[in-house]
């Protein structure tokens, strides 16, 4: 999966509200499909739900609303003044920034696609296109707003994936610290990654999988395909 990973340490992101108005304030359905010419499918979980354990996970899936997301920002208390473009809280801007690859086409003109979208509910986007060793390195070192990321796939999933989300200096552990119950959610993944029992696994990763789409700071985007190109003439 294709994914938006929000950095909750960040003062305009700790709020709940804010990340789900960002998850609504976009056309993720528009966007992939133009981004990809179609190649990818729009993603409405973390992890697609023909993985192992994935199947039952129980999420809200958003759909583009500019109006919920406006109201969203509005309850965080993030006002448009009158006259303005950017909505302000406490005199400062709702000003965010998004690193992505600078190699990477696609990220890009995500990039751009969602500077234009959040500039419609009055949220100023900056991009910045970084290579790919500083890309990681910065998400590691939890110095970022808003990254692109995409899980490992078959076979490593979901376990990998749950793995670098628990473990120190990956960089999702440090973004999801604002999370009410991280705790918990790093006990339920140390218990997933031990027991031996097949029901209790699948319940955990129900749990844990759902928590982390609820909280919102992981934004499922697309499910990216593996290409494969062959000749008309091999039979």
Same mark, same amino acid.
């Given at each position: 999966?294709?994914? &938006?990973?929000?950095?909750?340490?960040?003062?305009?992101?700790?709020?709940?509200?804010?990340?789900?108005? &960002?998850?609504?304030?976009?056309?993720?359905?528009?966007?992939?499909?133009?981004?990809?010419?179609?190649?990818?499918?729009?993603?409405?979980?973390? &992890?697609?739900?023909?993985?192992?354990?994935?199947?039952?996970?129980?999420?809200?899936?958003?759909?583009?609303?500019?109006?919920? @997301?406006?109201?969203?920002?509005?309850?965080?208390?993030?006002?448009?003044?009158?006259?303005?473009?950017?909505?302000?809280?406490?005199?400062?801007?709702?000003?965010?920034?998004?690193?992505?690859?600078? @190699?990477?086409?696609?990220?890009?003109?995500? @990039?751009?696609?969602?500077?234009?979208?959040?500039?419609?509910?009055?949220?100023?986007?900056?991009?910045?296109?970084?290579?790919?060793?500083?890309?990681?390195?910065?998400?590691?070192?939890?110095?970022?707003?808003?990254?692109?990321?995409?899980?490992?796939?078959?076979?490593?999933?979901?376990?990998?994936?749950?793995?670098?989300?628990?473990?120190?200096?990956?960089?999702?552990?440090?973004?999801?610290?604002?999370?009410?119950?991280?705790?918990?959610?790093?006990?339920?993944?140390?218990?997933?990654?031990?027991?031996?029992?097949?029901?209790?696994?699948?319940?955990?990763?129900?749990?844990? &999988?759902?928590?982390?789409?609820?909280?919102? @700071?992981?934004?499922?985007?697309?499910?990216?395909?593996?290409?494969?190109?062959?000749?008309?003439?091999?039979?």
């Amino acid at each position: 999966t294709r994914q &938006l990973v929000m950095n909750t340490n960040k003062e305009q992101l700790s709020d709940i509200r804010v990340r789900q108005a &960002l998850h609504y304030g976009f056309n993720k359905e528009a966007m992939v499909e133009g981004v990809t010419s179609g190649l990818e499918e729009k993603a409405d979980y973390i &992890l697609p739900p023909n993985f192992p354990y994935t199947s039952n996970v129980r999420a809200t899936t958003v759909n583009y609303d500019s109006e919920k @997301a406006k109201q969203l920002l509005d309850e965080a208390g993030w006002k448009l003044p009158k006259g303005k473009d950017i909505r302000e809280k406490d005199g400062q801007p709702l000003e965010i920034e998004l690193m992505y690859n600078s @190699a990477e086409s696609i990220q890009k003109t995500m @990039a751009e696609t969602l500077q234009s979208e959040w500039a419609g509910i009055g949220v100023k986007l900056n991009i910045d296109g970084v290579e790919l060793t500083t890309q990681v390195e910065r998400f590691k070192a939890n110095e970022f707003d808003m990254n692109f990321f995409s899980n490992y796939g078959a076979p490593y999933d979901p376990h990998t994936f749950v793995n670098i989300v628990a473990t120190e200096g990956f960089g999702f552990r440090e973004s999801i610290s604002a999370y009410p119950n991280k705790a918990e959610l790093l006990t339920q993944i140390a218990e997933v990654q031990q027991t031996v029992d097949e029901n209790e696994r699948q319940n955990l990763y129900t749990e844990i &999988l759902g928590s982390l789409q609820e909280q919102g @700071a992981i934004v499922p985007i697309s499910y990216i395909k593996q290409v494969a190109i062959y000749q008309k003439n091999v039979s």
